[in-house]
Nanobody
Framework: VQLQACGGGLVQAGGSLRLSCAASGRTFSVGVGGWFRQAPGKEREFVAAISWSGGSTYYEDSVKGRFTISRDNAKNTVYLQMNSLEPEDTAVYYC???????????????WGQGTLVTVSS
């Protein structure tokens, strides 16, 4: 499974961005999509996860109510809509995939290359 993330960029505080993560290859072998982020000098942290059906989602507390994870299985793509962005959201965002619904990075087998999100104050 190969994951390609895109959609990052520079945005002012309060703005919005939508990240996309397109999967290719043996996509039928993975069901859960996740987003993580890593800010400079910090460890990678969980942001959001979504089940295969989209019926189950989970968010890190600081993004609840601002970020929405969704998916389009016909396009093998998972999205992260980010609204009301804050400077603290500045990080490289990574998408991940596996069969287990989990918030732990070491339990995801497949990773995208990362896309940089910079939020200016």
């Amino acid at each position: 499974v190969q994951l390609q993330a895109c959609g990052g960029g520079l945005v002012q505080a309060g703005g919005s961005l939508r990240l996309s993560c397109a999967a290719s290859g043996r996509t039928f072998s993975v069901g859960v999509g996740g987003w993580f982020r890593q800010a400079p000098g910090k460890e990678r942290e969980f942001v959001a996860a979504i089940s295969w059906s989209g019926g189950s989602t989970y968010y890190e507390d600081s993004v609840k109510g601002r970020f929405t994870i969704s998916r389009d299985n016909a396009k093998n793509t998972v999205y992260l809509q980010m609204n009301s962005l804050e400077p603290e959201d500045t990080a490289v965002y990574y998408c991940a995939a596996d069969n287990k619904f989990t918030i732990f990075a070491n339990e995801y087998a497949y990773w995208g290359q990362g896309t940089l999100v910079t939020v200016s104050s």
